[in-house]
């Protein structure tokens, strides 16, 4: 790729990004548009319009995204986005450090160098402009790599120093936020996990009860044994199904009453498969005597779920918050696999599934997936490194000799060579979340939370494996083969060599990204466009229009492995072609203020975890670091430099670092520390609102039915009279 | 060595045993020397001579320690003293179930082989009797080595059954001792260290109440904040030796008025250093005014370390046990290094100095001190392989020529050949424990039971690497030092190719251990000669006389690791050359019954952990089956066994095991379960006593100090009246 493709890359992808900008700018003035680009402040009860009226200028959301500070986030959008921007100004922090150093330094060293036989660093032989500013132009063994080796130190120690005040600072956000007066309804409750079997005589409900009864006498509130609720979701969703039918239904008949004949229209439904077969019936009658039918069937269903589908999982609440935070982090039976207590997570994010999976099976469930990531990420590898090894035009023209003279146009070949490898690696990382979300809850993790993280964590190793090391090895696939079939032990070495040859090939990827990626984020096109034909052709009643424009989440399991990638690129890179670095300033400043306008006015955040990600964050970040130095390390010996060896305490320090701050921090992002759980309480709860809250509303009754005391909600335990 | 010589050392140590145990018999019936050989009956204050009158059979103490239950042994003994029964049990239930298989079939398969070329097993060229029956005299590539390969199998499996269900016994075993009815006074409080810097305008005290008031503001007790006890502590022992030595001269001058004439010659003394120099006085007026001069010295003192030498360290009491042991195990403060938390050990063991130390002080001495154990073993690898090859008499004979003549003399050349090197061995071995047990006390350990655990697991490691693989491979030294030079990575065949050879020595330093070690250690004969010498020319008050008795603990820092060097001398060669087995059984066999003998009879311990121990007997247990395993893998090798990596499978096994056993059972170990804890009490302790039990004497003051709030131990603090 020569220079003026990567221009008529990086100029066509502004374009774009201008263009969704303004159109963003139009789009969002319109109030019938209000609930696609502010259903955040609508959700939350504010004035979607609050500051729109008083400016027309396009840039006003920079504005506003500037001055809005963590206390605003925290608000909007909860912990978990404030340390998201946490960790973006974290990452931001050390590519402009690293930049302020490198870039003045480092490029006219590099310019200025005599520069190396053609031979050595490019194969193809086309010497270009963006490679004379790289580390690739500083030829072997020079003593101007010391710069080099300097600025790699530089960057590992703004790292450090950054990532120290980031874990600090989130670590206080955590315990401000648990600190809070504002009773959190978890906060009084554990989740119980491998009961044993229910002893002789007695039931689940009675056998927990008296467990924990006996070692809070004082403290302990309620127990909630978890139930078996497939059937009785089943016949609840059906219900709820023919309740949305029936007001659709109603509607359609109350419009038809305006539109057509004064007596309307009353609409019909055919009573099979899906409503397409079957017998045709008046469809508002059908569905209430479905819903007559169904409530009872519910309610019998409910109370036999409730007796006899007791699982061995529970839900413990205490009336106060510092009993509840020290039991989840104590041993309860002499056996780990046993009584198994964790701080209960909020009710909207528990995995009711996963609940009665017993210890053992949650840990061989877990290796066997270890195993499944760890042969997807080695099988993928053959595709990408295929694709990306097709996808220069050279191996093309290689392959399919009858494109030749397609591709040989200047215009069509300066478009391809920008785009066709980038968008063929978009398009692919886009198929691969589902599965590892997917494989994730197959784990047995109990809340919605945690499967993020481990999707995340599992899609980081993916992205890094095989887009960056399976890409910068595979742009010279063909070529290379040969080499690491006869010795494996060269890959290191090997990568060292290829890196600056994809140096172009990933800031093309980096500002497609943060361009393209970023424009369509702001002004939501896609979700605009879904939301006006679903409002045009399907939604008739409040909840289903409600539904069209509900805005999701901000999806950390797919957007923190995609920056991390970014910033695996950059930092590589960083101290190679230092050109890149300017590039991840943009992507990770620009990153900060789009999320910053989405998180304030568009995501609603599906679940708190009060920062648990960050640790996952900080030790992805670190393994970036890490395996920057590794790259350093092989591409110094690469350019047979005799100090290379000055390198190897950088890793070791990272290593230790990473030791250290897990060991000071780490434990209370695990639990609650019990300083923290016992601030005052603006008021105590009702703790039968607190208990409520976690029934899933397929098994609350509006009845009563306290008096059933082997119930797996009842209140009443009959412990004192069993023997 | 030949067999003749192997003969002559076993006969030798099986006579002194039996002189020995008839010793014991004779001895231990007469009155005077109950004391030596009952303290621990006598201090518990039982009848020492019951069953004793009953029998004059020398057998009988056998019968006793046969008769005996676990349920004695912790009644008398504590549970420490009973899981290290159960580790013997374990590793004798080992040894018995591998000798069972072993030697009715590997012997026959081995003493009819056709052996092999003396060139290739044993470079001396002499073939003697005991390497006819090892697997040396199987000639490589054999078939017949399928069965040693199954006997390899047949014990890592029986070594993996025993050990399982000797780690849910010793589970069942603490959890009993932990749940018992009898309040103890260690399960009421916890130990709080790292305290941050006291905030202005507080005391440390009232900083360590408010704090945990404000967590359990229901449950706390009273706190005790650790003061520098230092001087205190000198001028307290100070007075208690004055007023030792005062009942002496009192008793002295008593004994006078009888003996002498009937007024008494009043004792003297003299005022300089140890009584020997200075002035002459009169002892009994001089003690009397040294002891009136420190009493208000002592109290003055009391009160300035009470007042002004607090600590950032501090006890804290709760009234009641589940509080105490969820406290132990919760996250306090958010940072791991600020207010840690554990679980309080008993007062008799608390290790005062090291209390103070904070978190980062310790973490740096551990590493640190594991530094300085690595040098240690790795310098006294030398001495030790030296040692080894000089006492062999071929090489004493080469280096020393002129001992040549007395060498060679036949009787002087066998009791030489049996016992040089083994005793040299021995007296090495016991110069290291002490300076080990310095070390781990210096980690800043806050208890002598983990003190202990710590040193007993340096002083393992130290050994196998030592005497195992030292002597091992050193008794080839000057032979293969060539081949170590060459290339370190042939030390595993290199040590699979040695251990044959080294078979014989092994067997004679495993019969001399268990006949001389036991032998002395059943007769006490060391114990009784200084006990009566003492007695006649030292002790004249009752104190001195018990002094002189005290018969101290089972000292597992020594005990432990020398029990599993046998283990892994024997499992090692077990295979190879099963008559070793036989040798391992006695040497654990007897070691019971000894020391149940021992543990009934004899010592008191100086502690209870409530089988703390057992998880580092467990994992070293383990490290020794794994070393066996891959020794077998080695030596196999050396065979040119074709189907070698049959036993790969075996490591990875228990690997798994370990990692499967204490992810299940270590925790409980770590901390008390709360549904231990919270069993029912049979009275609930008077809190104020259970305080002053941890009240080191030098601190105790008689009068009661309670209003002094600012004191480290008072009980009113100031909370609510500071802002």
């Not at 493709?5 to 100029?11: E, I, N």
């Not at 009353?266 to 017998?279: A, Q, S």
């Not at 839900?315 to 198994?340: G, K, N």
């Not at 072609?577 to 304030?600: E, K, T």
């Amino acid at each position: 790729m020569d220079f003026s493709s990567f221009l008529t890359s990086l100029g066509t992808s502004f374009v774009i990004f201008l263009v969704l900008m303004f159109l963003f700018t139009w789009l969002s003035r319109r109030p019938g548009n209000f609930v696609v680009y502010y259903p955040n402040r609508i959700l939350k009860g504010l004035d979607p319009y609050e500051g729109i009226r008083l400016t027309r200028n396009p840039f006003a959301w920079i504005r506003e995204a500037l001055a809005s500070t963590e206390a605003d986030v925290i608000n909007m959008s909860g912990v978990d986005s404030a340390v998201y921007f946490v960790f973006l100004t974290t990452v931001l922090g050390i590519l402009v450090l690293a930049g302020l150093l490198l870039l003045p330094v480092l490029l006219p060293i590099a310019a200025t160098s005599p520069g190396v036989k053609a031979d050595n660093t490019t194969s193809e032989g086309s010497f270009n402009d963006i490679d004379k500013l790289s580390m690739g132009h500083i030829e072997v063994k020079s003593p101007r790599l010391w710069a080099f080796v300097a600025a790699t130190y530089w960057i590992s120690f703004v790292a450090y120093c950054l990532l120290w005040k980031a874990y600090k600072h989130v670590s206080n956000l955590r315990a401000a936020a648990l600190m809070s007066p504002d009773a959190k309804h978890e906060q009084f409750g554990v989740l119980v996990r491998d009961i044993p079997p229910v002893p002789e005589g007695q039931t689940r409900k009675e056998q927990v009860d008296s467990y924990f009864k006996s070692i809070y006498p004082d403290t302990f509130y309620r127990s909630m044994v978890v139930t078996d609720g497939k059937k009785v979701n089943k016949i609840y969703d059906e219900l709820e199904g023919y309740k949305k039918k029936l007001e659709r239904a109603e509607i359609i008949y109350a419009e038809s009453k305006q539109t057509s004949s004064p007596e309307g229209t009353r609409p019909t439904t055919k009573t099979g498969f899906l409503g397409l077969v079957g017998k045709k019936v008046d469809a508002i009658e059908y569905y209430d005597e479905k819903i007559k039918e169904l409530i009872p069937k519910l309610e019998a269903e409910r109370k036999v779920t409730l007796k006899e589908k007791q699982q061995c999982s529970a839900l413990i609440f205490f009336t106060d918050r510092v009993t509840a935070s020290s039991a989840a982090q104590s041993l309860h039976a002499t056996m780990v696999d046993t009584w198994t207590v964790m701080n209960a997570p909020e009710p909207r994010q528990l995995i009711w599934t996963n609940l009665p999976k017993n210890f053992h099976e949650r840990e061989m469930r877990q290796y066997v997936i270890y195993f499944i990531v760890f042969l997807t990420i080695f099988f993928y590898m053959i595709p990408i490194g295929l694709i990306s090894a097709l996808t220069t035009l050279e191996n093309l023209k290689k392959l399919l000799p009858f494109l030749k003279p397609v591709v040989d146009q200047k215009e069509i070949k300066t478009v391809l060579e920008a785009y066709l490898p980038q968008l063929a690696l978009i398009i692919f990382m886009a198929l691969l979340p589902k599965f590892l979300l997917f494989l994730s809850k197959k784990e047995g993790i109990p809340t919605q939370s945690h499967v993020e993280r481990a999707a995340s964590g599992k899609f980081f190793y993916f992205s890094v494996l095989n887009v960056f090391i399976g890409v910068t090895i595979g742009s010279t696939l063909f070529t290379t083969m040969k080499v690491i079939l006869k010795d494996t032990g060269k890959i290191v070495p090997l990568l060292g060599a290829s890196l600056p040859k994809s140096a172009t090939f990933f800031l093309t990827f980096v500002a497609l990204k943060f361009f393209v990626g970023y424009g369509l984020e702001l002004s939501r096109i896609v979700p605009l466009i879904i939301f006006h034909l679903k409002k045009k052709y399907l939604c008739k009643t409040e909840a289903e229009l409600k539904e069209a424009w509900a805005p999701g989440h901000l999806g950390y399991a797919t957007r923190v492995p995609g920056d991390l990638l970014i910033l695996t690129i950059v930092l590589c890179y960083s101290v190679i072609a230092p050109l890149i670095i300017p590039f991840g300033v943009v992507y990770f400043g620009l990153g900060w203020l789009v999320l910053r306008n989405q998180a304030l006015k568009v995501y609603v955040p599906s679940y708190e975890s009060y920062g648990r990600m960050w640790p996952h964050m900080y030790k992805r970040i670190m393994t970036t670091v890490i395996l920057f130095q590794a790259t350093m390390l092989g591409y110094f010996a690469v350019k047979q430099f005799y100090y290379t060896p000055i390198l190897i305490p950088l890793p070791i320090l990272s290593f230790i670092f990473v030791f250290i701050c897990q060991k000071k921090f780490y434990r209370f992002f695990q639990s609650t520390a019990l300083e923290v759980a016992s601030r005052e309480l603006k008021e105590k709860p009702n703790m039968e609102v607190v208990f409520q809250s976690f029934v899933p509303p397929s098994l609350s009754s509006e009845k009563g039915d306290e008096d059933q005391y082997e119930d797996a909600l009842s209140h009443v335990s009959r412990t004192g009279s069993t023997v």
